[in-house]
């Protein structure tokens, strides 16, 4: 699930685990060409395509606190200063969680909460503050000794935290059992927990994790033109999609300029910036409640199929302003999952408890489990329709069902393996 430079046309970093570790794969082909810090807000597209200026008059994400788990945070960026709260390095390598050892972590934290000063990221969600867990990569684990359980164990301090919403801009190839009961004991204790989707469409398209566990919003990538990207993963387990090309991110580790960037790890923190301008506004709302909205608010194609979840873009792309402008989207019940419909990290619910104790309701079907559109096949335009007023996105679903990911029981062994969404 490695996220990838554009105009460094090569493999960025990226993260997984199995028991624990996270792998990204790193290395650019090529030198980038030089971009001072006053580019980065020219190559911010999305903002204008989602009316973000209308947004902020109304929500800006205060009183939101994001986890950010990833590579760290550098809170020392022009566009981080006063953004970055005291969070925890679980990787156990050198340096603490203010050390990133990529620039990774950082750009997933501007992308959230950046003021946009000095030339910065603009932060979809600018007055959001951000908690930084470092979590190893596999370059990290190779070189150092680390915490083999640090994503694991980030998870649940981050859900142990003050922080309601978690992004996780990384994966593995490999299903882990801890991990899922840690993405479960995230949502147990009331925390909206995006994940993504991976970037190896083009590839094998194999299922990504944590985005792949049921109780993780799996968040997929989309281009300028509101089409699903070619190398975003697809799959019944996707949610949602936000914008995930052209985005600007730090080249590399010394923070020296940006680079344009592509992948599903710049998709998640614009869905979890869209989480805590929705939650900012409704600040008595539950997770279930902020992501039911996200889910009906959505954009989707005009041909898009009544009660379908389409296999490449979930419930559609992502759009906080048909909400916040508009009021699209009802919270419902506060108690119920629209995730795992299950009784979960409401405020009757399990919060603070334990998954397991989570019960279905069989009356309503979950809302991610929808059918998928089956309308096309994997190459055909299903639906597309635009609203500006909000989005300013054309939203297209693509037909086709994913195959169905079988997982066999049982533990697997640890494999270092990390990449970032």
């Not at 190893?136 to 000794?145: A, G, V």
């Not at 989309?222 to 019944?236: E, I, L, N, Q, R």
């Not at 730090?250 to 989480?275: I, K, N």
Request: hydrophobic share 40%.
């Amino acid at each position: 699930m490695t996220a990838r430079t554009i105009e460094a046309r090569g493999v960025r970093r990226g993260l997984g685990t199995v028991a624990a570790l996270v792998a990204l794969t790193a290395g650019f082909v090529g030198a980038a060409p030089a971009a001072h810090a006053a580019d980065a807000q020219s190559m911010q597209w999305y903002l204008d395509a989602m009316n973000a200026e209308e947004i902020w008059k109304t929500s800006t994400g205060k009183g939101i606190t994001v986890a950010v788990i990833d590579t760290g945070v550098d809170p020392s960026t022009p566009s981080l200063k006063g953004q970055v709260l005291k969070g925890w390095d679980a990787s156990e390598a050198e340096g603490d969680e203010t050390d990133d050892y990529s620039g990774h972590g950082t750009t997933v934290a501007e992308l959230i909460a950046g003021t946009g000063e000095g030339g910065g990221i603009k932060g979809l969600a600018p007055d959001a503050k951000v908690i930084p867990y470092r979590v190893s990569d596999t370059e990290l684990q190779n070189e150092q000794k680390v915490n083999a359980f640090d994503m694991e164990q980030a998870i649940r301090a981050a859900a142990d935290g003050d922080a309601q919403v978690i992004n996780i801009s990384m994966a593995t190839d490999f299903y882990n059992s801890p991990m899922r009961r840690a993405v479960e004991y995230a949502q147990a204790k009331g925390k909206l927990l995006f994940a993504g989707t991976g970037n190896n469409a083009d590839k094998a398209n194999k299922i990504q994790y944590p985005a792949g566990y049921a109780a993780a919003v799996a968040v997929a990538a989309t281009g300028k033109d509101g089409k699903v990207a070619p190398y975003s993963t697809h799959g019944d387990f996707v949610d949602l999609a936000a914008p995930g090309s052209e985005i600007p991110m730090w080249c590399d580790e010394q923070l020296r300029s940006y680079c344009r960037g592509e992948g599903t790890s710049y998709a998640t923190p614009l869905a979890s910036a869209s989480a805590a301008l929705i939650w900012s506004k409704n600040p008595d709302w539950t997770a279930n409640q902020v992501l039911r909205v996200m889910f009906e608010s959505a954009g989707r194609g005009e041909d898009w199929k009544e009660g379908t979840v389409s296999n490449y873009l979930g419930h559609g792309i992502v759009r906080p302003g048909a909400h916040i402008n508009r009021g699209v989207g009802a919270p419902g019940d506060p108690d119920m999952s629209p995730l795992t419909n299950t009784r979960v990290g409401g405020k009757e619910g399990t919060a603070g408890g334990d998954a397991s104790s989570a019960t279905p309701d069989p009356s309503a079907p979950a809302s991610s489990q929808a059918p998928a559109d089956t309308s096309g096949d994997d190459t055909v335009v299903a639906g597309s329709g635009a609203e500006s007023d909000d989005s300013g996105l054309p939203v297209w679903a693509i037909g086709a069902a994913a195959a169905v990911v079988v997982l066999a029981g049982g533990a697997f062994a640890v494999v270092r393996k990390r990449r970032s969404a």
